[in-house]
């Protein structure tokens, strides 16, 4: 009898085992699934579950309007997946859904933790997402009110002009006194774009804008210098300020409905660094 007892008890045992690892068993090989589980127009949350390589859907419309920019934030426990946006900014209403045409207005290859923010041209713009490495979790695309201060990576002077939204945006510093440009970034955020140049040891930032931001001055630089002084360059009043007199550390001016702005920053300790008017006229005429 005592060897019966024994004997359920570990049938028993062994049933629960084959249990436990067939319930495993089943739940990782779930069915795959890879699809949109929440769209409001202003936020979209892209779903895989298993999702295999290569599976794709496209969805519309995300809306975006004056002042807002869209946020991508990667969930996935695991995998890739890549988001693209695509749209026919400000030529069509929210209820039209956008062609794939072209070039996508953002990619997003997203991997977990990964994060992006996009500028966008007011308009609505289709999503596609494709899984790149077998994905489980999640990618939100959400379309927030921009940060006045975020910054946002461009691939040119012209291409940070299109996605601040000011058009047209063309500098060329290679007139500068100081030496060959050695490094070049560009960047933007709503209403304003920038190029930044390092030449010899110093960093030039030069910035084009509407004229309402921040009063005029798109320096966003609030530092109290010891000279202060205007300039007259071509008919316009380029109003100057830095630490030694007639060197510009920052320059700013407003022309045709937009505000410019150039600063100029000592990149190997001299903080005191300014531009020599020279130097500042040659990029004032190199402007667009």
Known sequence: MKMNKTYNRAMRIAVLVMLSVLLIAMTSCSKPEFKMSENTGKLMVVEAKNAAVDSMFMVGSLEVD?????????NLEKGSVKIELFGTPEEQSADEVPELDGEPDVMFNAGPDDMQAH????????????????ATGS??????????????????????????GIGLFLIDPSGLSLGPVTNADFQYMEGVAEAHFGVAAVDIYV??????????DISF????????????????????????????????????????????????????????????????????
């Open 119 to 134: 500028t966008l041209t007011p308009g609505t713009y289709m999503l596609k997402a494709t899984v790149i490495e077998k």
């Open 221 to 288: 630089d609030n530092n109290e210098y010891k000279y202060n002084w205007t300039v007259d360059i071509d008919g316009t009043e380029v109003k100057c300020s830095g630490n030694r007199e007639g060197e510009a550390t920052k320059s700013v001016w407003s022309a045709n409905d937009y505000s410019y702005a150039v600063l100029a920053y000592g990149a190997g300790g001299d903080d005191d660094f300014g531009l020599s008017e020279e130097d500042l006229t040659s990029l004032f005429r190199n402007i667009q």
């Open 139 to 164: 990618v939100t695309v959400e379309v927030k009110q921009a940060d006045p201060e975020q910054w946002n990576t461009a691939e040119s002077p012209d291409d940070a002009g299109e996605k601040a």
């Open 207 to 216: 910035r084009k804008g509407l004229s309402d931001i921040d009063e005029g």
């Open 66 to 74: 004056t002042g807002e920019q869209v946020v991508l934030t990667s």
